[in-house]
């Protein structure tokens, strides 16, 4: 495929392939590995606006701890198989580039993964995803999931954001006041969002929810908008200080300079998808 010239094609680990874009809008990078979108900053932003940990694993078969990953068949554990990998199979899947084009405001990728001999051991369906990216002054990521089979599906999925911060503690979080939410900390309770999302401790929270929200960033003196359609759940996630130390590919300072804002289809949220039939979430991040 020949590349537009603000996109090259490199490998940061051997055998390893990474989409380059040096727009004039914005730069990123997208793994092929997953078709994980593992940075963005646009033009004359000082900070990155996603996260990326600097020990994530650059492995083929392996997830990135950052950026966007894509849950997808299902979201967290597998609901009845423990050996399954977690949030799915499509983060650790190769995706095939359909198309990559410099479109003069922005660059637009398609990326591509179907069903085959190494995914139906893990999910025995007939399915193509399609993501598309569009990289600009603005982040959009759209899913697309399609049923090539004869029998129906069922799906939880998440675009995984994980968003860069100046100081967790003084960050917070609006639109999601009097949500029901699902509280996965501890004991799974279900409570309702009182004021603004803040953080002083582990979050590991999944809203009833299809709105954006807004994340004020005072350390950095700026605010993310988050919108997304398709979607109705909104995951929020921070992993504070014990998890932090638990996770091997993340630094066990590094909660105090993320939190992940995840469009998601979870729990009662789950889809089922007849056979034909598509459903496309997507998510998109911008500067206020």
Known sequence: MNLPACITLEEPAPGYPVLVIRHASASARIALNGAHVMEWQPAGQTHPVLYLSP??????????????PVCWPWFNAHPTDATQP???????????????????????????????????PHWPHAFTCHLGVSIGERLEVSLMTHNTGEEPFEIAEALHTYLSVGDISQVVVRGLDTSRYLDTVGERTL?????????????????????????????????LVIDKLGSGT???????????????????????????IEAANAGDAALRIAPGGQHVISTTVSLA
């Open 86 to 120: 977690m949030h799915g199979i499509a983060r650790i899947q190769p995706w095939e580039l359909l198309r990559a084009d410099d479109q003069g405001t922005h660059a637009s990728l398609l990326l591509r993964l179907t069903s085959n001999e190494t995914t139906r």
């Open 55 to 68: 020990d994530a694993i650059l492995e083929n078969g392996r997830p990135i701890r950052g950026g966007i």
């Open 234 to 260: 909104t995951v929020v996630w921070n992993p504070w200080i014990e998890k932090s130390k638990r996770l091997a590919d993340l630094p066990d300072e590094a909660y105090q300079g993320f939190l992940c």
């Open 191 to 223: 409570r309702q969002q009182e004021g603004p999302v803040t953080f002083d401790r582990e979050v590991d929270r999944q809203y009833a929810a299809t709105g954006g929200v807004i994340v004020e960033d005072p350390a950095w003196n700026r605010r």
